[in-house]
């Protein structure tokens, strides 16, 4: 749920990154993070992390600047990949308006991907929000792996199994490296603060 | 999914309230956020709280978490929290589904004022934040 403080004249949005466990969610963000100027973004938050994997959530906010004279802030979340945190993935979506789906190459991952997509239609449906009506992109990360021996997904069946219906903007990336990240993170903001907009006829 | 629209004339009248009610008996702030991990709008100042984004993203998570809890004693949610701490507590108190009021003080205010205060509040809170700007007098 976008908020929209007319005296501040400030919008601030949630967007989840969301995707298998270990697709590289938490990796966007550090880039994200690391990229940014402080006085562009805020703390990282990273909660309750085991090795490098992701527990509860982790938090991001930052400044992206004004639109119409209203400041847009906006907050980034991680949610657990792993399929046993079903219950935390749809607690952070409350509240989301737009969802960037990370999804992992690995040939061996590929019905991971495909789970992970439905469980978030599932989540969002359960919160009363339909997939199909929530901005989102999708970002296929990890594509220097496509040059190494590990069997990898094309591009072309990524977007078969995950995009043929939602028919999003995607996005190939290497979060390591920052490749795609913030083209990643431009294309959501871009559509869920135009999709705010809108309906609060922001724009008028 | 709807947006929440605050307006100046809103805030000013929550802010009266809480400045009268909480502020006043020595509670250091006061946050209302939303479910989201928003922060609505907030009274008050606590030098202590460097980063109240994550306060608010972390005490959303926090009562999502423990409505989990609440489940498993066969509970729909719990309605309110307390954080005890050495020099600070934390009272929180669920305003409704979506609206969450959260109280930092000290240990010279006590806990028993705060849930009345809170309580008082509670009410003619969430309909200045969820009824119109022509409602507030």
Redesign the interface.
């Known amino acids: 749920?976008?908020?929209?403080?007319?005296?501040k004249r400030e919008i601030?949005c949630?967007i989840v990154y969301y995707g298998p466990g270990r697709c590289g969610k938490t990796t966007n963000l550090i880039y994200i993070h690391h990229a940014m100027t402080p006085k562009a973004r805020?703390?990282m938050?990273t909660?309750d992390t085991k090795g490098d994997r992701t527990l509860?959530?982790d938090?991001l906010?930052l400044h992206l600047g004004s639109v119409r004279d209203f400041d847009i802030r906006i907050?980034l979340?991680t949610v657990p990949g792993q399929i046993m945190y079903e219950?935390t993935r749809k607690?952070?979506l409350?509240?989301?308006?737009g969802i960037v789906f990370v999804a992992d190459p690995l040939l061996v991952r590929r019905q991971r991907n495909k789970d992970s997509l439905a469980g978030l239609s599932n989540n969002l449906a359960e919160l009363?929000?339909k997939l199909a009506e929530?901005p989102i992109v999708l970002q296929y990360n990890k594509r220097d792996l496509t040059e190494s021996e590990i069997p990898t997904l094309g591009v072309s069946e990524l977007s078969s199994d995950l995009n043929s219906e939602l028919q999003a903007p995607e996005f190939t990336a290497t979060a390591t490296l920052g490749e795609g990240v913030f083209e990643s993170l431009r294309a959501i903001s871009k559509l869920t603060v135009h999709q705010?907009a809108e309906?609060?006829r922001l724009l008028d | 999914?709807?947006?929440?629209?605050?307006?100046?004339k809103k805030?000013n009248a929550v802010h009266e309230l809480i400045d009268d009610k909480l502020i006043r008996a020595g509670v250091k702030k006061v946050m209302i956020i939303?479910?989201?991990?928003?922060i609505?709008t907030e009274c008050g100042h606590d030098p202590a709280i460097t980063?109240p984004?994550?306060l608010a993203?972390?005490t959303?998570?926090n009562f999502?978490?423990t409505a989990?809890i609440a489940r498993l004693i066969g509970e729909e949610d719990f309605t309110l929290l307390f954080h005890k701490g050495e020099n600070s507590s934390m009272y929180f108190l669920r305003l409704d589904e979506?609206l969450i009021m959260l109280s930092i003080f000290s240990d010279e205010v006590s806990l028993g004022l705060i849930r009345c205060r809170a309580d008082e509040l509670l009410t003619p809170v969430k309909n200045i934040l969820k009824g119109s700007d022509n409602g507030i007098n």
């Open positions: 749920m976008a908020l929209i403080d007319l005296g601030h949630k805020g703390k938050v909660i509860f959530f938090l906010p907050q979340y219950a607690l952070v409350k509240g989301v308006d009363g929000v929530i705010v309906k609060n | 999914m709807a947006s929440f629209i605050l307006t100046p805030v939303d479910e989201a991990g928003n609505i980063d984004t994550a993203a972390l959303a998570a999502g978490a989990q979506e």
